[in-house]
Every structure is written in structure tokens, then in C-alpha cells.
């Protein structure tokens, strides 16, 4: 069995200090134990007043659980009255006081356990003074210091037993025994029934509130959370486009992020360098800015590559000059600080013949014996270094019909026998396996390589002298580049195409002659 040592456990249960004259088993007290559990009370010590009165309980020993110790001044006079007592000590060699006085009960380590000061004259019980009775507290939960909780026995005591002046009380809810405070229909302790309402004031309801405020037994949320996690919140998102959620708790205006200086929502009218609100809807351009980083700025460049400031101020990083001579040249070049070339006499730029020195020749020497050929080369030659070709039409050289041939073009008369090339505007046919053999259709041929990167060859055949044209279009149907705008000669021809400055991706050529009309398809892939 486990042996507990607590405070506040034991308690002085019954008094006898004044036996009567016919029944004297002298002075004794009572102890209980109120705990659940044995206590050892071995070297406890009990007195009275005077601490010099002490008697010493015996090590070991044992209180039971809800069990009853008699400590008397006389073991003998003591169970000759009550011989059935199972559990009584002594002697103590001192007497209470007759007319009333505390005693005491101390634990091994000189705690304080219990006390009662007891008095012979009311409110105290006076039949225990020497009538036979004994004082008797009404109920061991009972603060023992007050006189009201102590009565007279009946007869002459009830020693190691429940007292005859026994009162069965419980613990309140406060655990206050005897006392009155009870739960109330919430289950809580001195309450008042507020504690368990729901949130339609029925005792113990089921209604909830739900995150929007509503009360009802309805698990489930009566609302909805807006943009801003907020239930049942007005919050938006605005127009836009990476919308923005605005309004309710968001202190947001909705559409301010996006909405231009013209009030268009999404627009793109902006404040230039001058405080204007342009672009967008408003139909106004931007101020420039001039050459010294000025908005709307009167800087300027000039045609020598310097910026004049005018009224301007340059900005940071930008310069500009207030002022600077600036010439053309006779070579057509811009010249600042008055560097500019000029023609000499003989009208050669930057040459060094005086004015008025005589007659220059086609050289620019003076008096000199150069002269321009047919061919516009100028030398000491009376001949032309050059020969005609065969364009002797209204279509030859300088484009005036004298019959004359054309000095230096490089017309030739193809293997169709027409006079192609040159100034003549038409292009040479080539005849297929050099067989002399004509086409008989219009037709595109042959375009090679395709896939290409970044040039092919596209053939095609012209049966009749007539005007052709080869145009290359996007995918997208746009016009990027024209190959051929001619008359070309009957016989087969190839014209490539650079397409170097163009992306990867689908073309088509078409072909145009005539009533002939034609398309393939390349490939371009970089």
C-alpha cells in the first residue's frame, strides 16, 4: 500500500476536554483523515497552546483513507469507556483546558497542519463542559475554526467513528462543500445560461454564424470570398488588361492603374516632355526632342553634323554648340570653319589652275589635248576605245531615234536572234539544250534548291517575246520583292533570289505573262 504525506489532509474531528464526574476517561482528541489515500503521520506532534506541551505520535504511523486516530491523555481510563476504538494513542502528559484553549497539530517537518480554538462559553457548544458531551464538528469539510460548525454529542462521544452530529454535504461547483453555487443549463459553473447561446439565442442551438454574418444551421457558406480573400466583400478585379483587384477593403480605385491622361481605360495617350497629354486617342505626337535633349526644344543639327543650340540648353549627355560656320564644297561634301574645296579654273574641284588661264580641256588642263570619246573616255586618242552594239533604234543609247548605233552598250543579238540586253530593255533568251527548240508555253520550272538558304534559282519559259513579271509574296499574301518587270525574249531564262534579309518560312513566287498566270511555293529554312 503507498503511504501519502499531505498538508491540510488531516483534521481535528472531535474534542474532548471536560469529561463528566460519573464517566471519566480523561481528555482526548480525535484526527481524521479526509483524503483517498493512507497518511503517514509518524513523529507528527500535537499540542496545545503552550508549546512546552507536546506529545509525539509514534513513527509509522498509519492513517487510513476516510479513517479515524483517538490521541488521549490516558490509554487506560480512555478503553475501559470505549473498548471497541481500533486505532488509539497515548498517554500525553498534559490536560486541556478546561475552560477553553487551541490546540495544535504539527507534521514531521514542523508544518502547521490544523488548529481550533475551542471555548467553553458560547457561541461554542457549553453542554461539552463537563456534562459528558463532547464537541463534535457537523461535517469534516467544515472550516473547524468556527464555532458554528461544532455541536455537542450525544451521550458521551463518538470517538473513532462518524460523528452523531454528522451532516452529509456535497461540493458545490466552485468545490466549496456545502456551498450553493450550481451549473447553469450551459454546463458552466455560476453561470448565467449566456454561454451556450447560439447565434440565434436559443440555449444550446446549433445555429453558427458563418464567415459572412449569417445565422443559420446551414454548414455552408451563404457568400462568396471577392478578389481580395475577403467573404462576402465587394472587391473586384477591374477592366484592365492584367486586371487589378480594386474597390472593398482594397483602398484601390478601380482602373487607375490603366487608364490613360485622356480618361481612355487602357489607353495610350501619355505625357510627353512638354506636359501634354498626346498619342492614343488624343490624335497629338509627342513633342521632339531636339538634338541637346530638350523636349519640344528649337536645337538643331546642321548639315555639317553639329547641333546648333539656338534657345536650347543641353541636357545630361547631350551637347551643343551656339554657332558654327558650316560651307558646301564644290565636291558637294559639308565643310565647317570654312574648309570647303572649291573648283579651280578649269572647273576641277579642289585642282589648282588659276582662273582665266585658258581654254581647259576634258582632263581639266588647260589648253590640253584630251578628249571624250563615243564611249566618254577621255584621252590623247582621236579614236573611240569602244565599239557600238546592236541597238540602232528608237530604244538605242541616248534614247533618240538617229539610227545610230550604240557606242559601248553591250546589246548582243541572242540565240533567238534578237538583239537583247544592254539599253534594249529586253532580256537574251537561252534555247534549251542548245537544240535551237522553242518553248510552247508559259510556265515556272525548276526552282533549285528549295528548301534554300539563302539563295535559289527559279526557271521558267517564255514561248513569244512579251512582258513578264516575277514577283516573290509572303505567306501572308504581301508583296516583298519583284525579280522580273521586262519584255523577255521566247526561250527558257533563271533569275535567282537573295533572300538574305528575310525570315525563314513559306514564299511563293508568281509569274505573270499575258493571260498566264502562276504560282509555286519555296522554302526558305536558315
Request: some cysteine.
Amino acid at each position: 500500500m503507498s503511504i501519502s504525506m499531505a498538508e491540510d489532509s488531516i483534521i481535528i474531528n472531535e474534542i474532548n476536554y471536560n469529561s463528566a464526574d460519573s464517566l471519566f476517561p480523561k481528555d482526548w482528541v480525535e484526527l481524521y483523515n479526509v483524503t483517498t489515500e493512507p497518511i503517514n503521520i509518524g513523529n507528527w506532534i500535537f499540542r496545545d497552546d503552550n508549546n512546552e506541551h507536546q506529545f509525539l505520535i509514534p513513527i509509522n504511523q498509519i492513517l487510513p483513507p476516510d479513517g479515524y486516530i483517538v490521541i488521549c491523555d490516558s490509554l487506560n481510563a480512555f478503553t475501559i469507556l470505549f473498548p471497541d476504538v481500533e486505532i488509539v494513542i497515548g498517554d500525553f502528559d498534559f490536560k486541556l483546558n478546561n475552560d477553553g484553549e487551541l490546540i495544535r497539530l504539527f507534521d514531521d517537518e514542523g508544518t502547521l497542519i490544523d488548529s481550533v480554538h475551542y471555548n467553553d462559553v458560547e457561541p461554542w457548544p457549553i453542554e461539552a463542559d463537563g456534562s459528558g458531551a463532547t464537541l463534535e464538528l457537523i461535517n469534516p469539510h467544515y472550516d473547524n475554526e468556527l464555532a458554528s460548525n461544532w455541536l455537542a454529542s450525544s451521550v458521551f462521544g463518538t470517538p473513532g467513528q462518524q460523528n452523531s452530529n454528522y451532516i452529509v454535504v456535497t461540493q458545490d461547483c466552485l468545490g466549496v462543500w456545502g456551498g450553493e453555487t450550481e451549473y447553469d443549463e450551459c454546463g458552466v459553473c455560476n453561470g448565467n445560461n449566456t454561454t451556450c447561446l447560439d447565434c440565434a439565442d436559443v440555449l444550446n442551438g446549433y445555429a453558427e454564424l458563418d464567415v459572412c454574418g449569417v445565422c443559420d444551421t446551414d454548414a455552408f457558406n451563404n457568400c462568396v470570398q471577392d478578389c481580395n480573400s475577403v467573404w462576402g466583400g465587394s472587391a473586384e478585379f477591374d477592366d484592365c488588361i492584367e486586371p487589378v483587384c480594386s474597390g472593398g477593403t482594397t483602398n484601390l480605385m478601380a482602373n487607375a492603374s490603366c487608364t490613360d491622361c485622356n480618361g481612355f481605360i487602357n489607353g495610350e495617350a501619355f505625357i510627353d516632355g512638354c506636359g501634354s497629354c498626346v498619342g492614343g486617342n488624343t490624335e497629338l505626337e509627342a513633342c521632339p526632342t531636339d538634338c541637346a535633349g530638350v523636349d519640344g526644344g528649337d536645337a538643331q543639327w546642321n548639315s555639317c553634323g553639329s547641333c546648333i543650340c539656338n534657345t536650347s540648353q543641353a541636357e545630361f549627355g547631350y551637347t551643343c554648340i551656339d554657332e558654327e560656320e558650316c560651307v558646301q564644297g564644290c565636291d558637294f561634301e559639308w565643310y565647317n570653319d570654312g574648309d570647303a574645296p572649291e573648283a579651280d579654273g578649269c572647273g576641277v574641284c579642289g585642282g589648282n589652275n588659276e582662273p582665266n588661264t585658258g581654254n581647259c580641256d576634258c582632263a581639266g588642263v588647260p589648253d590640253g589635248g584630251s578628249v571624250e570619246d563615243m564611249c566618254d573616255i577621255c584621252d590623247g586618242d582621236s579614236g573611240n576605245d569602244c565599239i557600238s552594239d546592236c541597238s540602232t533604234s528608237d530604244s538605242d543609247c541616248d534614247g533618240i531615234w538617229d539610227n545610230v548605233s550604240c557606242w559601248g552598250g553591250t546589246a548582243i543579238s541572242d540565240e533567238c536572234g534578237i538583239c537583247a540586253g544592254g539599253s534594249t530593255g529586253v532580256i537574251p533568251c537561252v534555247l534549251a539544250n542548245s537544240n535551237n527548240i522553242l518553248p510552247l508555253d508559259f510556265k515556272i520550272e525548276g526552282i533549285y534548291p528549295n528548301p534554300f538558304n539563302p539563295v535559289t534559282t527559279i526557271g521558267y519559259t517564255v514561248p513569244v517575246l512579251t512582258k513578264v513579271i516575277l514577283e516573290i509574296y509572303s505567306i501572308n499574301g504581301i508583296k516583298i520583292s519583284i525579280l522580273e518587270d521586262n519584255y523577255i525574249s521566247s526561250g527558257y531564262h533563271r533569275v535567282n533570289w537573295d533572300a538574305s534579309d528575310h525570315a525563314s518560312g513559306i514564299y511563293f513566287v508568281m509569274m505573270v505573262a499575258d493571260d498566264y498566270i502562276a504560282t509555286q511555293k519555296l522554302m526558305l529554312v536558315k
